[in-house]
Nanobody
Framework: QVQLVESGGGFVQAGGSLRLSCAAS????????MGWFRQAPGKEREFVAA????????VYADSVKGRFTISRDNAKNTVYLQMSRLKPEDAAVYYC????????????????WGQGTQVTVSL
């Protein structure tokens, strides 16, 4: 089993930056592709970004491409989401997820999920 714990959420003004972290434990971190998803109140969970187990491949939702960067440090068992030029519509609870089946934008393919970290973007 894999346990994921997100951190780094908080309050930021529009145009600002924030870096989220997701610490993994339980088994080999390098085995899994990792993804970030977000969910705003009343909305379904949506894909944000994903990174392959090696870190060599990444995919992004169109809404964040060019503003967000996903990365990982397998030695630290940690995946990051660097968020820049934040917009009010980026406000949500952000979730880290892991899958052994390769990077994907589909939440149903992720086996393990963290509890989420809140990101609030003020105008």
């Amino acid at each position: 089993q894999v346990q994921l714990v997100e951190s780094g959420g908080g309050f930021v003004q529009a145009g600002g930056s924030l870096r989220l972290s997701c610490a993994a434990s339980g088994r080999g971190f390098s085995m899994d592709a990792m993804g970030w998803f977000r969910q705003a109140p009343g909305k379904e969970r949506e894909f944000v970004a994903a990174i392959s187990n090696s870190g060599r491949s990444t995919v992004y939702a169109d809404s964040v491409k060019g503003r967000f960067t996903i990365s990982r440090d397998n030695a630290k068992n940690t995946v990051y989401l660097q968020m820049s030029r934040l917009k009010p519509e980026d406000a949500a609870v952000y979730y880290c997820a892991a899958t052994p089946r390769g990077l994907s934008s589909h939440p149903g393919l992720y086996d393990y999920w963290g509890q989420g970290t809140q990101v609030t973007v003020s105008l």
